[in-house]
């Protein structure tokens, strides 16, 4: 059933796993806090990460070693590298969160390394261009140009404004908050104003 080949069996893995996770959040989520549902969740990806690293890392490593490597390697590599970098920033999230959000762990040295790693990872997921029945990824290296030049100018125009979304971002609060409104539930009490 969920192993079926084709387009199928594709979308019998997504909805059936995006169910049991949507499911097993919200039933959970109702009575226990946001912050400790986000640090239950980045564990369980972390898990999940660690599981495609290691399920990828003998492939990955022969496809670094290779002589004259294939289109299809530079995925492997990519997408290796791009777990990693998940697996890197989850966990970093998580001790960030368990350590009250000290102020100088934010700022550390190892976030832009974690961070340069999934970049490594895009370069090669974009270099294997047609790797996939010679149609997919598609041509994408302009798109890897503009996207990276864009990004220098808006880098450059964030460092010169120092722009304060602070109003900006607390007015989405009521749309990303606590949509549960954990602790504030109605239990046979008066009724809540």
Same mark, same amino acid.
């Given at each position: 059933?969920?192993?079926?080949?084709?387009?199928?069996?594709?979308?019998?893995?997504?909805?059936?796993?995006?169910?049991?996770?949507?499911?097993?959040?919200?039933?959970?989520?109702?009575?226990?806090?946001?912050?400790?549902?986000?640090?239950?969740?980045?564990?369980?990806?972390?898990?999940?990460?660690?599981?495609?690293?290691?399920?990828?890392?003998?492939?990955?490593?022969?496809?670094?070693?290779?002589?004259?490597?294939?289109?299809?390697?530079?995925?492997?590599?990519?997408?290796?590298?791009?777990?990693?970098? !998940?697996?890197?920033?989850?966990?970093?999230?998580?001790?960030?969160?368990?350590?009250?959000?000290?102020?100088?762990?934010?700022?550390?040295?190892?976030?832009?390394?974690?961070?340069?790693?999934?970049?490594?990872?895009?370069?090669? !997921?974009?270099?294997?261009?047609?790797?996939?029945?010679?149609?997919?990824?598609?041509?994408?290296?302009?798109?890897?140009?503009?996207?990276?030049?864009?990004?220098?100018?808006?880098?450059?125009?964030?460092?010169?404004?120092?722009?304060?979304?602070?109003?900006?971002?607390?007015?989405?609060?009521?749309?990303?908050?606590?949509?549960?409104?954990?602790?504030?539930?109605?239990?046979?009490?008066?009724?809540?104003?």
């Amino acid at each position: 059933m969920i192993y079926s080949d084709g387009p199928s069996g594709i979308r019998q893995i997504l909805y059936l796993t995006t169910l049991a996770l949507f499911l097993g959040y919200q039933a959970v989520n109702i009575f226990v806090p946001n912050a400790d549902m986000i640090v239950a969740t980045r564990i369980l990806a972390a898990a999940f990460y660690s599981v495609v690293v290691y399920a990828y890392a003998g492939d990955a490593w022969a496809a670094v070693r290779r002589p004259v490597p294939t289109k299809a390697d530079f995925l492997i590599v990519g997408i290796w590298l791009s777990f990693l970098a !998940h697996l890197g920033q989850t966990v970093y999230a998580t001790i960030y969160r368990l350590a009250d959000a000290p102020q100088w762990l934010l700022n550390a040295e190892v976030v832009p390394v974690i961070i340069l790693v999934s970049m490594l990872g895009a370069v090669c !997921h974009v270099a294997a261009t047609g790797s996939v029945n010679g149609e997919v990824p598609r041509r994408s290296r302009v798109a890897l140009g503009v996207g990276v030049g864009a990004a220098v100018l808006v880098v450059g125009a964030v460092i010169a404004t120092r722009p304060d979304i602070g109003p900006a971002i607390e007015r989405t609060r009521p749309w990303i908050g606590d949509w549960w409104r954990t602790g504030e539930l109605w239990t046979g009490g008066p009724a809540p104003t």
